[in-house]
């Protein structure tokens, strides 16, 4: 059974940080791509941020381009996203995602797996 667990959203002011973390289990980690996505109330889910099975390569979405950064460690089959200078805009649902394919994609259904979400609140 697979099984994505988001933890390490939250509350916090504008400006500030967080990271989340997605715990994989039921699946051969190392061969699949990792994304994050975020939807906020009333809006389709978004793209945040990929990274590559192995070599670490990554892209990202505009909206948090050079604020957010996305890793993996294969070693503990956990990915990560870290999120400096939050704006209230970051507020949404954070899900993280794992893909198959053999190519970066910001496409929700390309993604074969998903956890079921966190929440990130970021205040004014």
């Known amino acids: 059974q697979v099984q994505l667990v988001e933890s390490g959203g939250g509350l916090v002011q504008a400006g500030g940080s967080l990271r989340l973390s997605c715990a994989v289990s039921?699946?051969?980690?190392?061969?699949?791509?990792m994304g994050w996505f975020r939807q906020a109330p009333g809006k389709e889910r978004e793209f945040v941020a990929t990274i590559n099975r192995n070599t670490g390569n990554t892209y990202y979405g505009e909206s948090v381009k050079g604020r957010f950064t996305i890793s993996r460690d294969n070693a503990k089959n956990t990915a990560y996203l870290q999120m400096n200078s939050l704006k209230p805009g970051d507020t949404a649902v954070y899900y993280c995602a794992a893909s198959d394919s053999y190519y970066y994609s910001a496409i929700s259904t390309d993604y074969n797996y998903w956890g079921q979400g966190t929440q990130v609140t970021v205040s004014a």
């Open positions: 039921g699946l051969t980690f190392s061969t699949y791509f």
